[in-house]
């Protein structure tokens, strides 16, 4: 919980000072379309949340956004196919792809690095194939099923909050419980801590590695289906572009160590929570999109070498203490 | 043995790989090289290279096949996929492989004056859509930008005559094209005298711009991430209750500036004007809720390019228009006539397939 304090710190600084800046940023309508945004991306991060607390990267996330969201365009329209099968399709192909990832890395003993750089290239070019590189869309069709996109839930007279906040909320608790109080869980985070260690216990790593990127793609999968269903126009070639690394990046701020073994779900959440008030902020603030980078890039330097120098400083001043003799030496734990 | 039966292993399924991405599948290929209808033995070799992927280019391209046909030449079509960086490497290939001639939008006119000057020296080169006047191109097809952006700056004034805060979005700004029409549309806005299309002053970006009844906060970029696209005009409609208009400059802005406006229940209250023919435009005028949009008629650009490099290429250049700019007409279009105009861009689309 404590590694969550430095980013929940960042989150809130960025919140409070735009805020006071321009209280529009907390008007009803710019915080359900923060929340919305926040939880299209979170959905993805949990995704890869899994796959980097294994020691692993997936770098074909974006690449499968792109893919599932073409595809569910391009079936739904250009195809005819039904809901259910559409859904039922881009949530198995996403499945498949994590496990076919999963076997690569595990059975051949390929690099998640190198195998994820593949799905990149090859995701984008069979969507751009498929879809022969035409923007898809849905038109004035099919507003009943983006609504799971674009829909709200009134909450009081003048606030909604946005339905793909529900599948977070829905994805995010399951995922905490699994991490935090299931064995699959526990072995999960003994498995990106020492692997070796983990397979001599007698733990199938093997096995598990392939469910967390399985489970990585398929959040991937639903996030594609989100996205185009919110956005009503799918671009093969752009839709998702980067958002890898939008997602390892809300990961790693959230807490999860790129060597493996640590992060949590709400860290993660709040993680992306901060990249998403950045954009938000800047375009709220008028700052020129131009610079929106930088100053993503540098908030987000900034707020780490702090939570990093307040750890020292606590670190050192506990270090202090004990060589003073005020208490006794606590275990390294 | 074993490495051997491997190697077997790993050389048959690249073959099969290679094997399906060669198929005879008439659609373009990854790379975002459409080889249309294939080389017919003597026949020249031209090229058509666009500044990205994108619906606008599919117009542009039926009027390329519609003129291939009609001046029997073949002509490839490029859509680098990453602006740019794809541009130069396709440009490279093409001029690595040998072509008869090359019409291209630069991405980056001032800085791609090298890379055109090499193609110019091997090959008739054109400009078209956005221009690259510093270069040895012979001609740019396309139009006045600065004088498309006054003309949506006038619609504008039309959808609110009263006045009031406008807001413009776009891709990228380094392109010519949209530094051009951005500074029509400020211009017109701000009532300011005509400026020449080459020679025009920029105003800079952040800074908001007032005239007497209207106000241009900003032109914010997205750089062709839709969701970037769509989350900026949600923004722009968060940090103004009282923004009146948003104008998009590419083709695809305003169809995201009006999934935001219904999103919002603010169709119809924040007008708005748009750039290009996307059919959810065209239908967003039909219905009242977009104000009116300027087309470019992109299948010209494709058509007058292959006509324009089909006699260049025989070493005919009585065809370049004298000032070296070949103009093509832009189009308002309003409620008035929006259908009769979708119904004749359906007719231009269909004559290209």
């Known amino acids: ?333 | 043995m074993k490495s051997f039966l491997r190697m077997g292993a790993a050389f048959l399924l690249t073959l099969t790989v290679l094997q399906i991405g060669c198929g005879d599948k008439s659609t373009p290929p990854a790379t975002g090289a459409d080889p249309g209808t294939g080389p017919k033995s003597g026949r020249k070799k031209i090229a058509y290279v666009t500044n990205g992927v994108d619906p606008f280019w599919n117009t542009a391209v039926a009027g390329v096949r519609a003129a291939e046909k009609e001046f029997g030449i073949d002509c490839e079509v490029l859509m680098p996929p990453k602006g740019l960086v794809d541009q130069k490497r396709m440009l490279e290939s093409l001029l690595a492989r040998g072509i008869d001639g090359i019409a291209i939008s630069p991405v980056d006119a001032k800085n791609q004056v090298d890379l055109l000057n090499q193609a110019a020296a091997r090959c008739p080169l054109i400009t078209h859509d956005s221009d690259a006047p510093l270069s040895k191109r012979l001609c740019f097809v396309g139009m006045e930008n600065y004088k498309a952006g006054r003309a949506a700056g006038r619609l504008v004034k039309e959808a609110i005559p009263a006045g009031g805060k406008v807001m413009l979005f776009v891709g990228r700004l380094e392109q010519l094209n949209s530094q051009q029409r951005r500074q029509g549309v400020i211009d017109e806005l701000l009532d300011r005298p005509m400026q020449q299309s080459d020679s025009a002053n920029f105003d800079p970006t952040g800074k908001v711009l007032s005239g007497a009844k209207y106000t241009i906060l900003d032109t914010r970029t997205d750089n062709f991430d839709y969701a970037r696209a769509k989350a900026n005009a949600q923004d722009a409609m968060a940090s103004n209750s009282d923004l009146a208009c948003m104008v998009g400059l590419f083709a695809y802005n305003a169809p995201h500036c009006l999934e935001a406006a219904k999103e919002a229940g603010r169709l119809g209250k924040i007008k708005i004007v748009s750039f290009d023919e996307a059919a959810p435009v065209l239908q967003g005028i039909i219905d009242g809720h977009v104000y009116g949009t300027i087309s470019q008629q992109p299948y010209f650009y494709g058509y007058h390019s292959v006509r324009l490099l089909h006699s260049l290429t025989k070493g005919d250049k009585s065809v370049l228009p004298p000032n070296g700019f070949l103009e093509v007409p832009i189009v308002e279009v309003r409620q008035k006539n929006a259908q009769t105009f979708w119904a004749d861009l359906k007719k231009m689309q269909d004559m290209g397939k």
Request: aromatic share 8%; with cysteine.
């Open chain 1, 1 to 333: 919980m404590k590694k969550i304090f430095g980013i929940l710190g960042l989150f809130l600084a960025v919140f409070v000072f735009t805020a006071l800046r321009n209280p529009q940023f907390v008007s009803a309508y710019n915080l359900e379309n923060l929340i919305r945004w926040i939880s299209l991306f979170g959905i993805i991060s949990i995704g890869v949340s899994f796959v980097i607390i294994t020691g692993g990267i997936d770098l074909s996330i974006g690449s499968l956004i792109g893919l599932t969201g073409s595809l569910m365009a391009w079936l739904l329209t250009h195809r005819g196919w039904s809901v259910p099968a559409t859904l039922v399709t881009v949530l198995l192909l996403s499945l498949s792809v994590g496990l076919a990832h999963g076997l690569l890395i595990t059975r051949l003993r390929l690099q998640p690095f190198v195998v994820t750089l593949c799905g990149l290239l090859l995701y984008r070019g069979i969507a751009r194939f498929i879809t022969d590189d035409q923007s898809q869309g849905f038109g004035n069709s099919h507003e009943g099923l983006r609504a799971i996109a674009i829909g709200k839930i009134p909450v009081g007279s003048s606030f909604s909050i946005p339905v793909p906040f529900f599948i977070l909320l829905l994805i995010a608790i399951v995922s905490a419980v699994v991490l935090n109080r299931t064995i699959w869980g526990r072995y999960l985070l003994a498995l990106g801590r020492n692997e070796t260690a983990a397979r001599y216990s007698g733990i199938n790593t093997d096995r598990i590695k392939i469910a967390a990127y399985m489970l990585c793609s398929l959040l991937a999968g639903v996030g594609g289906i989100l996205f185009s269903l919110d956005l009503n126009s799918v671009q093969p070639s752009g839709l998702g572009e980067f958002y890898e690394l939008y997602a390892i990046a809300a990961a790693v701020l959230g807490g999860c160590s790129l060597r493996g073994g640590e992060g949590t779900i709400l860290g993660v959440i709040i993680g992306t929570a901060v990249m998403r008030v950045l954009y938000n902020a800047i375009n709220i603030l008028s700052i020129p999109t131009h610079l929106e980078f930088a100053i993503i890039g540098a908030v987000i330097l900034a707020g780490v070498v702090t939570d990093e120098l307040a750890k020292r400083y606590a670190a050192n001043r506990r270090a202090v203490r004990e060589r003073l003799g005020e208490t006794p030496a606590p275990s390294s734990s």
